[in-house]
């Protein structure tokens, strides 16, 4: 009967978010975000380790303060 088979889909997903409440799809990324902005970047003029969070980016490049900065 295929009535009791989405009967037992219906529960096997309720079961499921009830134990892992978020999917595991959407969780990775957020923590990976979050992670990026202490990473540490190499500043691309004088070598000097700065936190993405910190640091200015120029087309796509690092730098550690506007002394550093291109032209
Ligand atoms: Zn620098």
């Known amino acids: 009967m295929i009535l009791k088979l ?3 889909g219906i529960v096997m997903v309720a079961v499921y978010r009830f ?3 978020t999917t ?3 969780s990775p990324k957020k923590e990976q975000n979050e992670g990026d902005a202490d ?3 190499e500043c691309h003029t004088c070598g000097t380790y700065v936190t993405r969070r ?3 980016i120029v087309k796509g490049k690092y730098y550690c303060s ?3 900065l291109p032209g």
């Open 54 to 56: 910190e640091s200015i």
């Open 66 to 68: 506007k002394e550093c």
């Open 6 to 8: 989405i009967l037992l």
């Open 39 to 41: 990473a540490l970047e």
């Open 24 to 26: 595991p799809l959407t």
């Open 19 to 21: 134990l892992g409440g």
